[in-house]
């Protein structure tokens, strides 16, 4: 404890005193004058004595301060009666407030030097605050109310310890709590940015707002809102650690429900208000009407069609609409800004009638057509049987692309009922009028592969002019399982014209027809029973397909086309077969190989006994001529002979069991 803390001390301990005796002489004076006369009467006694003392040679007899006699003191005391000692105590006592640790209390400012402040907290001690902690008060003087926390009554060195700081952060988290707890608004500065939002100092405490809570609109740029002194609402408090999360988009939120209260108290349908493009979606715009959002969608904007509403709005664009509905349960508000605008179809132009020219940009494309835009918000439809006279069927999303432009003939019109339709078709004379001349039955065309089905080939012969293939009619000698087999899409075709149907905008075309039909010759080539040699092309679970020399194709049963070995034929393998049936009409040929494998055994067969019969003839002509010049002369001649006899008849019995 400092020196000058003594003194101060010490004075305010003599004050207190003087004032506790000033008191009790009020109460009992003739007591008081009593104890004043006997304290004067034994002063001049002790004066007496004293002298006598000092006047004795004999110096003093020395004594341990512990056998000191403290009794002799009592000699110029009075004792004063209990009750009175009692009360004066008491007195004295009231005179210092009763304090706690851990609380605030109201001191009074008693002196300011070396950069403390000393304070009277009206207890037995002051206490002494460094003045950095008065920064936020713009002249600190003497005699001033100040509120401090305690944190000790008395440290080691018997001081009392106070802190402004802690008391005027304690007193902020009360006025927090209390603010949280009755909605009432407080006021700080904003003194940093930190990630997620920004510290708020309110009255030495700070406070987290969070990014999402500065303003109802997103905020990007924080640093911005550094060193501003701003209005929250407590919306978040944690007593453990002393921690509070503040708003400023409550309040405003809070202002603009009131004002959004009484907008829809007051609005009507058909009402034209003033309103800020607050956000632009996909479906429509939100439109800020001063303290409401309402929403434009994007059918509302433009009479035309429009992709997206940035192609007519941009943000924060003030703009008038108009209130189509609103639901102020849901506190929602549908707006419009085509309808303050006349509908393009009651200004359209007189002259547009059935029959007349116009032109346009495709908007929309549907399966069944194209809608062309001939002015915003003016539309009509090209059906798919209106984009060319040809009777093949037109795919409009392979056909049209959005944003194409195309001129068109009004088919119909209803300006009642705003609907329109459009032929493209009919801007060329129709072709059809003229097929008899342009293409005759029967005359040689040229034409191009637009589509393949697997049934046959569409081709086109000129614009708006058309006519399948069958498959049947591709090849005189192929048949095919699929057109792909033969051409492809983008091909140039040589057809023949077969037929014309007019009525149903029809040509029946023909491939094969170009060359003479080579079945009237083939009949001769492969007749019945004729051998050939054709190669297995293809070979499935009834039998192989074989191709014939002129590239004609035929058929072999499956059991047809076993080998002499056993083993069956295998594709691409060349092997002689028999011709069976040849059909004309039906342009059917089978053939076998097993037939020709068993006529091949029964030809050699028959060679064989050919050869046999023609041996014994010659043997028995030989034996003959031989026997006529034999002379019968000796028994040994004729013995020869009949060995010879006996040899040719062993043959013949020989050759007669071989025939059998």
């Known amino acids: ?21 000033e008191k009790t002489q009020a109460k009992d004076p003739e007591n008081t004058t009593q104890s004043q006369e006997s304290t004067s009467e034994e002063e001049k006694d002790k004066q007496t004595e004293s002298s006598e003392q000092t006047a004795q040679s004999e110096p003093a007899e020395e004594v341990a301060h512990d056998d000191f006699d403290w009794s002799i003191q009592k000699t110029q005391t009075h004792a004063y009666k209990p009750e009175v000692y009692d009360e004066m105590l008491s007195d004295y006592d009231s005179t210092f407030s ?37 920064r936020e008060v713009d002249e600190l003087k003497v005699g001033d109310p100040v509120d401090v926390y305690v944190e000790r009554k008395e440290d080691e060195n018997g001081q009392l310890v106070l802190s402004r700081r802690k008391a005027r952060l304690l007193k902020t988290w009360e006025a927090l709590t209390d603010s949280y707890h009755n909605d009432t608004i407080v ?50 408090i944690n007593e453990a650690i002393k921690n509070a999360v503040v708003s400023h988009k409550a309040l405003i939120e809070s202002d603009l429900a009131e ?27 939100f439109m800020d009407l001063g303290g409401i959002d309402g929403l434009l969608y994007i059918t509302d904007i433009s009479w035309g069609r429009i992709g997206h509403p940035s192609e007519v709005l941009e943000l924060n664009q003030k703009i008038n609409v108009v209130v189509l509905d609103f639901d102020e349960n849901k506190k929602r508000i549908s707006l419009g800004l085509k309808q303050l605008q006349p509908h393009p179809w009651d200004v359209l132009d007189e002259e547009i009638k059935e029959g007349s020219k116009v032109k346009g940009t495709i908007v929309n494309i549907e399966d069944y057509g194209a809608f062309l ?165 293809r070979i499935h679970d009834r039998g192989a397909i074989v191709q014939m020399p002129y590239g004609l194709e035929a058929f072999a049963p499956i059991k047809h086309i076993r080998k002499e070995d056993g083993s069956m034929g295998q594709v691409d393998e060349t092997m002689t077969f028999k ?14 190989h097993l ?25 028995k002509r030989s034996l003959k001529q031989q026997q006529g010049k034999i002379e019968r002369t000796t028994l040994g001649d004729l013995s020869s002979l009949a060995q010879l006899r006996d040899q040719l008849s062993g043959e013949g019995a020989s050759a007669a069991s071989e025939e059998e």
């Open 1 to 21: 404890m400092t020196e000058e803390n003594k003194n101060t001390q010490e004075e305010a301990t003599q004050e207190t005193a003087d004032k506790a005796v």
């Open 98 to 134: 009763d304090i706690s640790e851990f609380e605030v209390v109201q001191g009074k400012v008693v002196t300011i030097r070396d950069g403390d402040v000393i304070l009277d907290i009206n207890y037995k001690s002051n206490g002494v605050i460094s003045l950095s902690e008065f």
């Open 187 to 236: 006021k700080g500065t904003i003194v940093s940015k930190t990630k997620g939002g920004l510290i708020a100092d309110v009255n030495g405490l700070e406070t987290f707002l969070p990014g999402s809570q500065i303003d109802i609109k997103p905020i990007i740029d924080y640093d911005s809102y550094v060193g501003k002194t701003m209005e929250f609402k407590v919306v978040k």
């Open 259 to 285: 004002q959004r209260d009484q907008i829809i108290a007051s609005l009507e349908k058909g009402q034209v208000l003033e309103g800020v493009v607050k956000n632009l979606t996909d479906f429509g715009a």
């Open 373 to 537: 835009e001939i002015v915003p918000g003016v539309e009509g439809l090209i059906h798919v049987s209106e984009v060319s006279w040809s009777n093949q069927p037109v795919n409009a999303r392979e056909f049209f692309d959005l944003g194409q432009e195309h001129e068109a003939i009004v088919v119909t019109i209803d300006r009642e009922d705003r609907k329109m339709s459009l032929s493209l078709k009919q801007l060329s004379a129709d072709p059809w009028n003229e097929i008899d001349q342009k293409f005759p039955i029967g005359s040689h065309q040229t034409g191009v592969v637009q589509n393949l089905t697997p049934y046959g080939v569409f081709v086109e012969l000129g614009e708006g002019i058309g006519g399948m293939v069958h498959i049947s009619d591709l090849s005189w000698t192929k048949r095919y399982s699929h057109p792909s087999e033969f051409t492809s899409v983008g091909d140039d075709l040589d057809v023949v014209i077969l037929e014309i149907d007019k009525e149903d905008r029809k040509l029946t075309l023909g491939h094969k027809q170009i060359e003479e039909n080579p079945w009237d010759t083939f009949e001769k080539v492969f007749p019945v029973g004729s051998y050939h040699d054709a190669t297995l092309i």
């Open 579 to 592: 011709v069976l049936e040849f059909n004309r009409d039906d342009k059917r040929i089978l053939v076998s």
């Open 595 to 619: 037939r020709y494998l068993e006529d091949i055994q029964r030809e050699s067969v028959e060679k064989v006994k050919s050869e046999r019969k023609k041996q014994q003839a010659e043997t």
